[in-house]
Nanobody, 123 residues
Framework: QVQLVESGGGLVQAGGSLRLSCAASGRALYSFGVAWFRQAPGKEREFVASTTRGGSLYYADSVKGRFTISRDNAKNTVVLQMNSLKPEDTAVYYC?????????????????WGQGTQVTVSS
């Protein structure tokens, strides 16, 4: 079992930056693949970025070049650095973890979830 808690969301103007953190307790996060998903009002939850147990990184096309996912094993966290934010990035952002190797863009393949953090980008 691992418990995930997201932080770092907030209100930012278009073009600005935010840094989201996913802090884990219960187990070491390096033994999990970790992903960020987001869900905007009235829309389905969508994949944003992931880091696998093997260290591979994946990004949705919509955030590629603007967002960066990274691990801080000393702090048992995964960070999502979001730059050049756009109003369409507005959503609740969720951190998720899975214990198996490999990557997946499907939210149903992740076993553990945080409660989410709101990101709002104003135009």
């Amino acid at each position: 079992q691992v418990q995930l808690v997201e932080s770092g969301g907030g209100l930012v103007q278009a073009g600005g930056s935010l840094r989201l953190s996913c802090a884990a307790s219960g187990r070491a996060l390096y033994s999990f693949g970790v992903a960020w998903f987001r869900q905007a009002p009235g829309k389905e939850r969508e994949f944003v970025a992931s880091t696998t147990r093997g260290g591979s990184l994946y990004y949705a096309d919509s955030v590629k070049g603007r967002f960066t996912i990274s691990r801080d094993n000393a702090k048992n966290t995964v960070v999502l650095q979001m730059n050049s934010l756009k109003p369409e990035d507005t959503a609740v952002y969720y951190c998720a973890a899975r214990s198996t190797y490999g990557t997946t863009w499907s939210s149903s393949d992740y076993d553990y979830w945080g409660q989410g953090t709101q990101v709002t980008v104003s135009s």
